[in-house]
C-alpha cells in the first residue's frame, strides 16, 4: 500500500471509562486536536465497542490501526509504551463479548469475517485503579498530554509513510520493561 491509494490510517480509543484509568484510550482520543492530523487520519471512540471496530476495518478504507488503551506494563502507573501487534493475531481466541474490548479478539473478529489491516500500533498506559469508579488516577492522567503527542505523531508519520509493508509476526517495539504480545493477550 501507499499514501496515494486512498486508504487510511484509524486511531482507535479503548476503554471502559466507568473503570477508572480503564478510559485512559478514550480520554486520548478526545484530547486529540484532529486539525493538528493529516486528512488521511480517522480517530474515534470506540469504548468497549471491539465488534463494531472490527466491522469498521472489515470496509478496508485502513491501512494502519493504531489502538489507544491501557495496557498492564512494568514499571509504574503513567508508563507508555508502543507495541506493534501482528495483524493476523488472535487465532484461538475465545469469541468475542460484545460489551468488551481486547485487541487480539478484535483482529481475530477482522480475520475470520475476512478482512485486513496492515500494521496494527498499540499504545499503551500502565493504569494504576481499574475499579469502578470514574475518571483516571492522577499518574495517568498526568500521561495523557505525553500520550496524545506520541499517537500524533505516530498518525502523521503513517499517514506519510509509501509503500508500508504487513508487520512481521511477533514483532514489538516496547519500551523498557513493556510486555510482549503474549503478555498483552494474557492480561
Known sequence: MNATDGRRV???????????????????????????????????DYGIRGIHLAYDLLEGRHHTLIMVDAVPLEGPPGTLAVLEADPDDGPGLPAMDGHGMNPQAVLHLLHTLGGRVDR?????????????????????????????RLVTELAADAARQTGLPPAAPAQSHQAEGSPTEAEYASA
Open 10 to 44: 484509524l486511531v482507535a480509543g479503548i476503554g471502559n471509562v466507568f473503570l477508572g484509568d480503564d478510559g485512559f484510550g478514550v480520554e486520548v482520543v478526545n484530547r486529540i486536536d484532529r486539525a493538528a492530523l493529516p486528512e488521511r487520519v480517522d480517530v474515534a
Open 120 to 148: 496494527v500500533l498499540i499504545v499503551g498506559c500502565r493504569p494504576a485503579d481499574v475499579t469502578e469508579r470514574m475518571g483516571l488516577t492522577g499518574r495517568v492522567a498526568a500521561a495523557v498530554p505525553r500520550a496524545v
